[in-house]
């Protein structure tokens, strides 16, 4: 099998799509499949496109770019577009739009989260058939052996990381939770470190600040503490909650986006209005959460056997997909008038891009 997979790999802390396209990549490569970044090869079986805005630093090729290698030579190359963001994370209005836009091209779509796929599903976006695949986090990297563990006295480390510094990471939750290292009774209870970046300007005083960290540093790192705390807003899956239960940590987690489907069951929910009462019960409770961890099952061994299953099985039905597309039939006067609307279309989402980018990562 002949893969393209559209993303840019980068090294170091660059969000959780980094990793998943690595991990992917080797994942299908370690079992004899060919696996690129560009649509450099005439012969793909399968494209996976991951990031169709062109904005994007880790946009390898968009939907535009899909199109004209299939209906330019490669009819019988099969698309999957991996859906992984909204509208919603970042207080953005074109993002959506833009997927659904992106969609057009594709032959299945792969949710993160059922979740992000509801949400789409009830905005009356008209898109290919879904299934959804969970992310998952090395599970050679991010692991509990050697991991500190609670003993019931002293303070409870806390921790979490980020890479993106938008407001929505949840930094309502992180600052709330400084100020209360400032007062009885947390302050004698808990401790907190933040690591990644974070807004300018922000002021946590009584919070560890760390650099952002990838790969075994960051393991390492989170390993050295009790409990992790993501309290961010609408996330479509994320990686950090995962890496952190990986480590044998129980999540904290906020009642928001996909937080409940990866972390239900390995920690304790909480809401702005419940968040200390929670605080104080996952110390309480700690010694039985922790005693779960080892069962967490967001694994990318787990994830990527998902995705080499769902192209076999797509290869599989190849004939039956190819024979279901209209807009890779007809003659070459209807192919090149449907090149004409596509582009008209990708240069509308470009103009909603510009007029509402925001500079956040």
């Not at 390995?266 to 700690?286: C, K, V, W």
């Not at 967001?298 to 080499?308: D, P, S």
């Amino acid at each position: 099998m002949n893969v393209a997979i559209g993303f840019r790999p980068r090294s170091g802390p660059w969000g959780g799509g980094n990793q998943f396209a690595a991990a992917v990549a080797t994942f299908l490569e370690q079992r004899g499949h060919a696996v690129g970044f560009a649509l450099d090869r005439p012969d793909l079986d399968l494209i996976l496109l991951t990031e169709p805005r062109r904005s994007s630093a880790s946009s390898a090729f968009n939907d535009a770019d899909v199109w004209r290698y299939i209906t330019g030579g490669n009819r019988r190359t099969l698309v999957v577009h991996r859906i992984n963001e909204c509208d919603e994370r970042k207080n953005t209005r074109w993002t959506n739009r833009r997927l659904a836009l992106a969609n057009r091209c594709a032959d299945h779509t792969v949710f993160i989260s059922s979740w992000l796929r509801d949400l789409f599903q009830s905005s009356g976006y008209r898109m290919a058939e879904s299934s959804v695949i969970l992310n998952g986090a090395d599970e050679q990297v991010f692991h509990a052996t050697g991991g500190a563990t609670w003993d019931g006295t002293g303070k409870v480390r806390l921790v979490t990381h980020h890479w993106s510094a938008n407001w929505s990471k949840g930094f309502d939750i992180y600052t709330r939770l400084d100020a209360l290292l400032a007062q009885p009774p947390f302050g004698d209870l808990f401790e907190f470190t933040y690591i990644g970046t974070f807004p300018p300007g922000l002021s946590l005083p009584r919070t560890r600040v760390v650099a952002p960290l990838a790969g075994q540093a960051l393991a390492e790192e989170l390993r050295r503490h009790h409990v992790y705390v993501t309290a961010s807003l609408h996330e479509p899956a994320g990686m950090h909650h995962i890496e952190g239960a990986m480590c044998g940590l129980p999540v904290l987690y906020r009642l928001s986006g996909a937080l409940p489907q990866y972390a239900e069951g390995f920690g304790i929910p909480f809401d702005s209005a419940t968040f200390e009462d929670r605080l104080l019960d996952i110390r309480n409770q700690y010694a039985g959460l922790r005693s779960k961890m080892p069962a967490y099952p967001h694994t990318a061994g787990r994830m990527c056997l998902a995705y080499a299953a769902l192209f076999e099985t797509l290869l599989s039905r190849r004939n039956e997909i190819l024979a279901g597309r209209g807009w890779t039939r007809g003659s070459a006067e209807s192919t090149r008038m449907l090149g004409i609307l596509y582009d008209a279309w990708y240069r509308a989402a470009l103009r909603l891009e510009r007029r509402a980018h925001r500079p956040v990562a």
